[in-house]
């Protein structure tokens, strides 16, 4: 019994980690259809600003509240340069975002180094569940996605501003017709959807190794989640993210986290196939 | 010359060029450039295996190298007398047979699983092949029987004998020159293929998947085909790559090249196999050429590159100067009468 709530803990852990990776993707997917393969550098632009601001004498928590400031700023900028360019053409977002991820990538190492970095866990203090130490700042993480769930639904679906983005993601030529300004929306939402992305990558940092690949490693199971649970719904994505953060944590337990990779990256697979419209999508048409 | 002889001729003068500089190269190169370009032939191969399933399929396959990796490591497998029951018939004939159809075999299945009934869309299916492609990776380094991380080592060179003891096509010009008359038979089947009617549809497919299929044309069919098609071709360029690189590992089967194949092609252009072809091989060289003067900016300036030329060129740098000829040269002979 004790096993499954560290498991349990275990998985929630990772559920949520992904769903903090997954949010700001799908917000991007969602509302401009737009196919972010540079999220993951995004995430490492956050982790590797909390370096800089550390290395400059700050405290990782003045990092991690600049980091979505920092990583908005550069999805500004990106989205101004280059993704705006390319709306019209659905395939090459991905083209041309994956080669921003490789510019990204390559600008960290030539900055940073390829070495791996850490950041100094900003609580170090742990709690007894069911007798056995748990780090506080894993709750802390766990804590700050909720945050970041609750705060996206709240501005999707309780604000002015959430109600213009559903507008545009249901009819985007109807909602232009009625004077939503949607080059600003798809301006803000990138950037909202980048800023999600480095809080993300600031919050996970004490606990990775900070290196330059380590964006790649969280933005496939983001993927898997979202369309697993249905691009065109944000509670989809939670769903996506419970069922392949909770398989692969349980397959990891039962065999190893190679066999669980595979596993779960093979399961998604079908899931996808099976239902294109994800979980959500199969289960709000009965 | 007839008028029907000097458009052909002008249509054709892109990959005649390209193939006249190619055979000469060895002329000006010296003997381990030779075989580096050699290396960079079956690149070529495989851009071109990218360039018929995205460019004229229009499925952009984010792990393009699983069927070019499978291909390598059926060859040295079989080439290694790695199989049991065969005894000595591992021949490179087999090998070929075997890098051929197994990646073919593989894509065939995947496809079929994919694209019929509700079928999968463009991004999803980007995003599912990526997926293939970690796999697939992961399963190659986790894999004893194939060398695991290390890969396999020592496999054989071309061998025209039977039962493998017959000639053996080693050195750098026979292995150049046979590299690339299988990139020429590739390079004009697949012309012949765009070409015909059924190359038509493939690009009408492409364009506009659901009135195709209102003309009666089984869209899926003409997915799968392309796609199997594809697969055979990455898995021939890696049974090359292997016998003349004599090292499998994982690498070759997994994400980071499939995404280097996808900056080849998108580069070059993914609407010419010519153009995809010329991708790969100018990026490799650039990369040989460049990678001691600039180091780690190659791969910023990579990057970089990627991103302009979808935004400016979304043919692709070469594309864009094929597509410039081909309309030149279809102007010309209106603008002389």
Redesign the interface.
């Known amino acids: 019994m004790d096993q499954l709530l560290i498991l349990a803990l275990d998985a929630s852990n990772f559920i949520l980690a992904i769903i903090l990776v997954a949010m700001g993707l799908v917000i991007i997917f969602g509302l401009m259809n737009v196919i972010n393969m540079a999220h993951g550098e995004f995430f490492l632009l956050g982790a590797y600003t909390v370096v800089m601001v550390e290395s400059a004498g700050g405290h990782f928590w003045l990092g991690l509240l600049l980091a979505p400031l920092f990583v908005g700023l550069v999805g500004v900028v990106l989205e101004e340069l280059v993704i705006r360019h390319v709306y019209h053409r659905f395939l090459d977002t991905i083209l041309a975002t994956w080669g921003l991820s490789i510019f990204i990538k390559q600008a960290v190492v030539l900055i940073f180094g390829p070495a791996s970095l850490t950041v100094t866990t900003p609580i170090t203090a742990t709690v007894e569940i069911v007798g056995a130490p748990y780090p506080v700042y894993r709750l802390f993480i766990m804590g700050v996605s909720l945050a970041v769930i609750a705060l996206t639904f709240w501005l999707f679906f309780r604000t002015r501003f959430g109600l213009t983005a559903r507008g545009v993601i249901a009819n985007r030529n109807m909602a232009s017709c009625l004077g939503i300004n949607t080059r600003r929306l798809d301006r803000m939402t990138f950037a909202f959807g980048a800023a999600l992305a480095g809080l993300a990558g600031a919050v996970m940092a004490p606990i990775m190794s900070v290196d330059p690949q380590m964006g790649l490693g969280f933005l496939v199971p983001a993927f898997l989640a979202i369309l697993v649970g249905g691009a065109g719904h944000l509670a989809g994505t939670l769903m996506g993210a419970a069922v392949i953060g909770g398989a692969d944590t349980v397959a990891a337990n039962l065999w190893s986290s190679v066999v669980a990779q595979i596993v779960v990256f093979s399961m998604a697979i079908v899931a996808i196939r099976l239902f294109p419209r994800g979980i959500a999508g199969a289960w709000l048409k009965q | 010359m007839t008028a029907w002889s000097q458009a052909s001729l002008r249509h054709a003068a892109p990959a005649l060029a390209v193939g006249t500089v190619l055979l000469l190269a060895p002329l000006q190169l010296g003997g381990y450039q030779t075989g580096q370009l050699a290396q960079y032939l079956t690149y070529g191969i495989f851009a071109m295996s990218l360039a018929l399933v995205w460019g004229q399929g ?1 499925l ?1 396959c984010f792990g393009q190298a699983v069927f070019f990796g499978i291909g390598a490591y059926a060859m040295s497998v079989t080439t290694l007398d790695m199989l049991p029951g065969i005894g000595t018939l591992g021949s490179t004939w087999l090998g070929l047979v075997a890098a051929i159809a197994l990646p073919a075999l593989f894509a065939n299945l995947l496809g079929r ?2 694209f019929y ?8 299916f ?3 092949t ?3 492609a ?2 697939a990776e ?2 190659a ?2 894999w004893k029987w194939i060398g695991g991380l290390n890969g396999l080592m020592n496999v054989p060179p071309l061998n025209l004998g039977l039962t493998g003891d017959g000639y053996e096509i080693w050195g750098n010009l026979p292995v150049y020159y046979v590299t690339l008359a299988v990139a020429a038979l590739v390079y004009a089947g697949l012309q012949a293929l765009i070409g015909s009617r059924y190359g038509t549809v493939i690009r009408a497919v492409r364009d506009a998947e659901e009135r195709t299929g209102y003309f009666g044309y089984d869209t899926a069919g003409v997915k799968l085909t392309v796609f199997t098609l594809g697969a055979a071709l990455a898995g021939l360029a890696g049974a090359l790559f292997v016998t003349q690189f004599y090292f499998a590992s994982p690498p070759l089967i997994g ?1 980071t090249l499939s ?1 280097e194949v ?2 080849w092609v ?1 580069l070059g252009g993914r609407g010419y196999p010519l153009a995809a072809f010329l991708g790969a091989i100018l990026v490799k060289y650039a990369e040989a050429k460049l990678f001691e003067f600039v180091g ?2 190659w ?2 300036a ?6 302009l030329s ?2 400016w060129f ?1 043919r692709g740098l070469i594309g864009e100067a094929i597509y410039r000829f081909e309309g030149w040269s279809r102007a010309t002979p209106e603008q002389a009468q």
């Open positions: 229009g952009l699983f994919l009934g509700r079928g999968l869309q463009g991004a999803y980007g995003i599912v990526l997926s293939i970690v796999i992961r399963i380094v986790n994400f995404t996808l900056i998108a780690a900016y791969l910023l990579l990057g970089a590159l990627c991103v979808v935004i979304p």
